[in-house]
């Protein structure tokens, strides 16, 4: 019945401790008697690091665009595109690490089998990372045009992007052993000081030495976050068994691996096959940077609407493991009204300064077309409920529900491009039709999220003494379809 994996055991918590964070040397605390649907603490720094996100992906659309030229920015877009399809590799083994972890941080334990298999596909990541920028330099050295700096400038750029895969999995980590807080002031400096190596370009700090110190800032980074899971038996100190565990935790993750790479392949379909048909489409130059542009700010509101998701994810798990339907629904519509506050204020920048914020962000590089706007609008609109809907699937277990969904979305997608390629249609029309699709896919999330998570839990609940809120759910979800 349900695919809640670690938190919906048999035995029934009658207690469960506080959601807020705790220090980096504390057990699992003991149950308060009253708890917040959200550590406002985490609320505050979660805040500032997902601003600095959103202020460092505009900040490095407005600094390509004047220190590199529109073909060399339009390069460095698609090796970053490439650079975000390793994400494929990603296969949601972050979710399932934090399914695995989660349960017995619960119970106030460690698992050192579940910390060997995370310490293993963190370094699987880490030297994915390595060989994508190996092999990046080698090909760009054999381009005719490229020279020795040329390259290394990519293969740097692409080590700094695909590092991302690894601290999006050490944030997950964090999150399942409650440090989130202190993971997120290391986030919150790490985007603080590439924002100020970003505009230090400006004023004349070479592209080289910006490409240096990020990728040095990111091997800072890594050697604190490591150590301090570690401290918190989320990750072990040896590497020596890495192949065996790695190995052992897809045999023993088989099915929700599979399940869930789909998921995954579905996210990295949206977010990255747009630059490929772009690209190949209508080439090299314009049309690139009026995509970057429009999925900076895309994606930019999406990182704002993931973290107000991380915020909700201590008490949605820890409502799914007690069974409190009651709390679950609360905190998801909470994260789904604080999304809607950011998402109204960029709607409203962009529906009466969207031309103006265009042209600030590329200078002469590119022109927007003013009809990108309404299509900008209903992707921050829809992305909403993607993303909120999505993370209940993810951080509850629902892996089955994510790959039906995630192939529905690519069905989707691959439609487009056919339906784009037969029609000829222009990047407007093409991202037109694009938005039409992942509106639809969030839809489908939502009533996955429902009749999945939502609808499990309620059909769990204590029935000793229900709410009205408890009885109108089950009510309402046992007139659905099973």
């Not at 964090?174 to 002031?185: G, N, T, Y």
């Not at 072990?236 to 897809?250: E, G, M, Y």
Request: some cysteine; charged content about 10%; overall charge positive.
């Amino acid at each position: 019945m349900s695919e809640l994996i670690g938190l919906a055991e048999p035995k029934r918590r009658t207690m469960h401790a506080n959601i807020g964070t705790q220090t980096a040397d504390a057990a699992p605390a003991e149950t308060p008697p009253r708890e917040r649907l959200i550590s406002i603490a985490y609320l505050l720094l979660r805040g500032m690091s997902a601003g600095g996100a959103f202020a460092m992906g505009f900040v490095q659309t407005f600094t390509f665009a004047r220190v590199l030229t529109p073909d060399r920015f339009s390069v460095f877009i698609v090796v970053g595109a490439i650079g975000y399809t390793l994400w494929l590799t990603d296969l949601g083994l972050a979710k399932i690490l934090f399914v695995n972890l989660r349960a017995p941080h619960l119970d106030g334990r460690r698992d050192e089998r579940a910390a060997s298999q995370a310490t293993a596909v963190i370094a699987f990541y880490i030297a994915l990372a390595v060989g994508a920028s190996l092999v990046c330099f080698a090909i760009s050295l054999l381009h005719h045009a490229s020279s020795a700096r040329g390259a290394m400038d990519l293969a740097l750029f692409m080590l700094f992007i695909t590092l991302n895969l690894a601290w999006f999995s050490l944030r997950t980590l964090s999150i399942a052993v409650d440090i989130f807080i202190f993971f997120e002031r290391l986030e919150l400096v790490r985007r603080v000081v590439n924002i100020a190596t970003m505009l230090a370009m400006l004023v004349g700090l070479p592209f080289s030495a910006f490409l240096i110190l990020s990728n040095v800032l990111w091997a800072a980074l890594f050697a604190v976050a490591v150590t301090t899971l570690i401290s918190r038996g989320a990750l072990t100190p040896h590497l020596r068994n890495t192949p065996h565990d790695l190995i052992a935790f897809f045999r023993l993750n088989a099915h929700s691996v599979a399940r869930s790479s789909t998921g995954a392949l579905s996210g990295l379909v949206v977010a990255t096959f747009p630059y490929y048909f772009v690209s190949l489409v209508y080439g090299l130059g314009a049309a690139p940077i009026i995509l970057e542009v429009t999925f900076r700010i895309f994606r930019g509101a999406c990182v704002i609407f993931a973290a107000i998701c991380d915020l909700a994810i201590p008490g949605q798990t820890r409502a799914l493991a007690a069974r409190d339907v009651d709390r679950l629904v609360r905190t998801t519509l909470l994260a789904v009204a604080m999304c809607c506050v950011p998402a109204a204020i960029g709607c409203g920048i962009l529906i009466f300064a969207g031309d103006w914020l265009f042209k600030f962000l590329l200078h002469s590089a590119a022109v927007v077309p003013h009809a990108i706007v309404p299509i900008l609008v209903a992707l921050l609109l829809a992305s909403i409920l993607q993303i909120v809907m999505e993370a209940l699937l993810q951080y509850s277990g629902y892996f089955r529900s994510l790959a039906y969904n995630g192939l529905a979305v690519i069905a989707g997608m691959t439609a487009v491009v056919i339906v784009a390629l037969l029609g000829k249609f222009d990047i407007v029309v093409f991202l037109a039709a694009y938005t039409a699709v992942y509106s639809i896919g969030a839809l489908v999330f939502t009533i996955s999220a429902v009749l999945g998570p939502i609808r499990a839990t309620a059909q769990q609940a204590d029935t000793a003494s229900p709410s009205g809120l408890s009885k109108f759910i089950r009510w309402t979800l046992q007139r659905s379809p099973a």
